[in-house]
């Protein structure tokens, strides 16, 4: 059975999204600067359509998130919606006809909907039973492969504060956001981690550490 | 002139204290923690007056923290004392006879004292009149040397927010406290900061910014 990990970007203050988050601006104000390291990479930009980028420190980070991954699992702010049921005439989410994820997606929400079949690999299956569902899915559609929990901060920080999480790596960036969404309020002070890494990077530092069950 | 820097430790959540801080237990609860991975290196324990230890990758990082220092910056509760006046029979501080510093110790307070002078070199001034006088008062001290503001969460936010600050350097350990103080809580958006440097050392990441003026 492969790992459960969180890939996550973060403020220096700890906020994985910034304030005054819409569906215009899911990620919040100032949010976006969070990944500017990564959009520079030829190793992010090939997944996703783009050409030409960088080849730096972050570049072997960014493939390892890439590799052996079964699965993802995300929230549906981060797939794309707003707080309402569908509707009669949804859309497909941020991420394109293409999307960059190449594997079964599911994402936590509270309003049923039938799965989408994207181009490339990717399927997104909306799961409305809670977050154990939602991992026994993952788990089963990864099969020896990892699964990924991408964010928001809300599904990342329950799967951490029920024990069901692996590895966390946070790319730590050294930005102020001042309010948001912060990925460790509320994990609880029962969460044990264990140092596994600490790489430094042009404008980010990747650090992962191991949950001690 | 030297540098002002901030030499301070973090949980992964950002407290640099943990909840119910008290004149008991100053770093709050959990907060002694924090600074486990110091206690162990013959780095720090030299100039604490303790034998033995070990030598890691934090080693050279502790040196560096201590050399070409002329002068520190302090609260009251980091130097030791509850938030009262002084009263008829202070006490001398957590610090004890021989105090680590040795060089001019500046204590932000609210209430007048007397200097102190201890052995070994370091003496303890109290500052009534605000963040800028004991800054200037800590240059003049300093010389061509640097001022480092070693804490409380309060006093080195207040320098942060102020613009005062030329260097961070947050020692990153992978604890979650759950509550207390944090460093950058209200030091506003409006501090930018550039990534010099991230070392990984056993149980603690060693991050330092710059702060671009």
Redesign the interface.
Known sequence: MGKVRIQIASS???FVAGPDQSVENPLGV?GMSLHEWVFTLAAWREPHGLEGGEVNESTPVVEESQANLGAVLMGRNMFGGGPGPWGDDPWNGWWGENPPFHVPVFVLTHHEREPLVMDGGTTFTFVTDGIDSALEQARDAAGDQDVQISGGASVAGQYLAAGLVDELN?N?V?????AGE?L??G???G?R???V????AP???H?R?RVVH
Do not use: C
Not at 197 to 200: G, L, N, Q, S, V
């Open positions: 220096l203050d700890g100032g946070i730590l050294p930005l102020i956001l001042g912060r460790l309020d994990v609880g002070t969460l981690l264990e140092q890494r600490a790489i430094e404008g980010v530092t650090l550490y």
